[in-house]
């Protein structure tokens, strides 16, 4: 059993579910869900990548680390003594980010592949659970034709479209700007709810080490804690 267990499909669902494969399969392709995540965290990390490789090459730490020279002096250098500093004491330094960025991106591919057989056949359970057999039939056909068989390729990777994801990041000032209203409502959320009665247990005499070591047994919790 697992935490995360949905409930069973009913019969109708369950005789819905050849349908709804054919839906899911069509929607989650082989080989798309570790293409989708590849793409997002592509999406997320290439801007930060290009970024660092275009303010001179080698991190400041790294640089002080092999230059020997202070962390001030390092932060002082120009884009240009940086680049130099990098091409001295490591020529292949572009190369080598570029393979680690790229490892990372085929990395998420993999994992998340190992992924897409649950995914899939999640989503036709919950397909079987919400459509009817005529909407499944319907969706069926609709992929069948060209347009169709576009969008149900497409509609997982749209998610991490560089579109979509910086529609998303230019909103995140106004996420920031709700934080504070956020902690607020979370500190706030118990109020009006009494206390844990730990503080009443503490005015109490403590009890003795023998009754603290002692097997809860099948007696009444209550009377021994309240």
Sequence with gaps: SSMFEAEPLTAEAEARLPLANSVAASL???GIYGEMMGQMIDSFLAPIFKMANTEGGMSTSDLATYTGLAQETVEALTDEQRAELTDIFDPVYQSREQAKFDGIISGVNTLFGVLEPGVRDGLARAYASKFEASELAELESFFATPVGAK????????????QVISGMMDTIPSLIEKLPMLTESFENAADGLPEPRLDRRRQAPSPSATENSRPIGGGSLRSRFS
Excluded at 151 to 162: H, K
């Design 151 to 162: 969008y149900a390729s497409q509609s997982l990777l749209l998610n991490a479209d560089p």
């Design 28 to 30: 989650v392709p082989e």
